[in-house]
C-alpha cells in the first residue's frame, strides 16, 4: 500500500473502501475460495468471440450451445467420482501443501490444540475447529501445510479435513442442472407477431472508405 500511494494516493482511499475484492483476510470464510478473478468472464468473452457480429439470436445460440456441451462433459466426469473424492484441483492442492508440510514441526497442547512451527515462526492449530494462524485453512477450505503436519502427526486422513465443496457430492450438484436443447427455428409454433426488420443504413457523407 505503501507502494502503491507514492504512485497514486487516490488508489490507497479507493482500494480502501473495497476490501473484500482484494484482499485474502476479508474473504468469507464461508466461501472457501482464496482468490477472486475475472477467469469465467474472459472465458465467456473467448467463446462468443466468433459470433459478436452476429445477429442476437445467434448469438444466444452459439453461447447456449458452448454452455450445454461444458455441463454435460462436466457432469460425465462427476458421474465416476466417489462421494468423498477430491476433485482434481483439490486433489493437487493438498498434494502440494502435504509436500511443504515435511519442514514443520508440531507440539501437542490440549483440547486438540496444537503448536506448528515453521522456520522462526509459530502458528496455533485448532484441529475440531479446521482452524489456523496463517489463515490459510479457513479461507481457502483445504488444510494448509501447518494444518497437515498436525493431521499426518495424528495418523488422520487429509482428505476428511478438506471442505465438501471440493468433493464428488458437492461436484456432481453443481452439474446436475442441465440445459435442455432446443428446437430449431423451423420447428417453432407460428405467432401472429410483428417481424422486427434491422435498422435501416444510413450512407455516411463523404468519399467511401473501400
Given at each position: 500500500?505503501?507502494?502503491?500511494?507514492?504512485?497514486?494516493?487516490?488508489?490507497?482511499?479507493?482500494?480502501?473502501?473495497?476490501?473484500?475484492?482484494?484482499?485474502?483476510?476479508?474473504?468469507?470464510?464461508?466461501?472457501v475460495c482464496d482468490?477472486?478473478?475475472?477467469?469465467?468472464?474472459?472465458?465467456?468473452?473467448?467463446?462468443?468471440?466468433?459470433?459478436?457480429?452476429?445477429?442476437?439470436?445467434?448469438?444466444?445460440?452459439?453461447?447456449?450451445?458452448?454452455?450445454?456441451?461444458?455441463?454435460g462433459s462436466r457432469f460425465g466426469k462427476a458421474i465416476e467420482m466417489g462421494p468423498n473424492q477430491l476433485t482434481e484441483y483439490a486433489a493437487g492442492v493438498l498434494e502440494e501443501r502435504s509436500q511443504q508440510s515435511r519442514f514443520c514441526s508440531v507440539t501437542a497442547a490440549v483440547g486438540g490444540e496444537y503448536e506448528v512451527k515453521e522456520g522462526a515462526v509459530k502458528y496455533p492449530i485448532k484441529l475440531d475447529a479446521r482452524t489456523c494462524g496463517c489463515g490459510v485453512w479457513q479461507i481457502s477450505g483445504i488444510p494448509c501445510?501447518?494444518?497437515?503436519?498436525?493431521?499426518?502427526?495424528?495418523?488422520?486422513?487429509?482428505?476428511?479435513?478438506v471442505s465438501h465443496y471440493f468433493k464428488g457430492q458437492a461436484y456432481k450438484l453443481t452439474y446436475s442442472e442441465h440445459m435442455h436443447p432446443m428446437p430449431d427455428p423451423t420447428q417453432w409454433p407460428s405467432f401472429d407477431l410483428p417481424i422486427i426488420l434491422p435498422p435501416p443504413m444510413k450512407r455516411a457523407s463523404g468519399r467511401p472508405l473501400n
Open positions: 500500500m505503501e507502494k502503491i500511494a507514492k504512485i497514486d494516493p487516490k488508489v490507497v482511499d479507493y482500494l480502501s473502501q473495497v476490501p473484500k475484492q482484494w484482499s485474502r483476510h476479508k474473504f468469507e470464510p464461508q466461501v482468490h477472486n478473478t475475472t477467469n469465467f468472464v474472459e472465458s465467456f468473452n473467448a467463446c462468443t468471440k466468433p459470433f459478436r457480429d452476429m445477429p442476437v439470436y445467434t448469438l444466444m445460440e452459439e453461447a447456449g450451445s458452448w454452455c450445454m456441451k461444458k455441463i501445510r501447518h494444518g497437515l503436519r498436525v493431521i499426518y502427526h495424528q495418523r488422520l486422513e487429509a482428505t476428511d479435513f
